[in-house]
């Protein structure tokens, strides 16, 4: 009976050794794999370079800007999060602050994260930043919303207001993308103005756009 009993007990701590290892085992094949995402649910990397030359109203000195953006977009809920930069060059330098002795500035940086919502035919972004002028740091914040009118052409509307000590920025962009494949044209006019400053006029530009879930930039968190 001992023996038996001895018998029992062994092959039960045999079962129990299969139970835990076996799994772990399995597990850790599984593991050296890349999961397996149905191409309809796979995340899609958004990649947006837009430039263009804008002519100021007043005084003809040229502006030049470029922006980034990136986007992370959820194809089960439509849903996005991403980074974006933009720099602006002014020939003529901007003037913040008090007129009779104010801060000056070539360039007009801004940088920060956008979150927003694709829907049928209409993208809404909300851009959440800090901006950078000569020594001057504050926050920004953004509106910036694409509507499809057709397959090619596209109608855009971005707003930001950037808060300095003692001044502020609005900087309000409307106008039509002509997108072919992932190039297009870009028309449009810029309301750039402050308490004593107007940089506003009709700018064109280049536009560069990639789509696909395999574009090798990494959004912190997400992968």
């Known amino acids: 009976m001992k023996q038996r009993a001895c018998g029992e007990s062994f092959r039960f701590f045999l079962v129990l050794i299969g139970l835990i290892y076996v799994p772990t085992i399995l597990s850790a094949e599984l593991l050296k794999k890349p999961p397996e995402v149905p191409e309809r649910l796979a ?10 030359v804008e ?19 959820d194809p089960d809920v439509n849903a996005f999060v991403g980074l974006l930069t933009g720099i602006s060059h002014f020939n003529q330098d901007l003037r913040i602050g008090n ?24 993208l809404w972004e909300l851009d959440l930043m800090g901006v950078v002028a000569g020594s001057r740091l504050g926050p920004c914040l953004g ?6 009118i057709t397959t090619q052409w596209r109608f855009y509307h971005r707003t930001e207001i950037s808060a300095f000590t003692g001044d502020a920025m609005l900087d309000a962009d409307q106008g039509l993308y002509w997108l072919w494949r992932w190039t297009g044209i870009s028309i449009g006019y810029r309301w750039f103005t402050s308490r004593h400053m107007d940089r506003s006029g009709p700018h064109i530009g280049v536009l560069l756009r990639f789509e696909n879930p395999k574009i090798p930039f990494v959004f912190p968190s997400l992968g």
């Open 55 to 73: 002519s100021p109203n007043r005084g003809g000195y040229g502006i030049q800007t470029v922006r980034i953006r990136t986007r992370y977009l």
């Open 43 to 52: 995340f899609v990397r958004m990649l947006d370079v837009d430039s263009f």
């Open 143 to 148: 509106i910036f919303g694409e509507h499809n």
């Open 99 to 122: 007129p009779d002795a104010p801060d000056t500035a070539g360039l007009l940086w801004n940088w920060g994260a956008d979150i927003g919502l694709k829907r049928d035919r209409h």
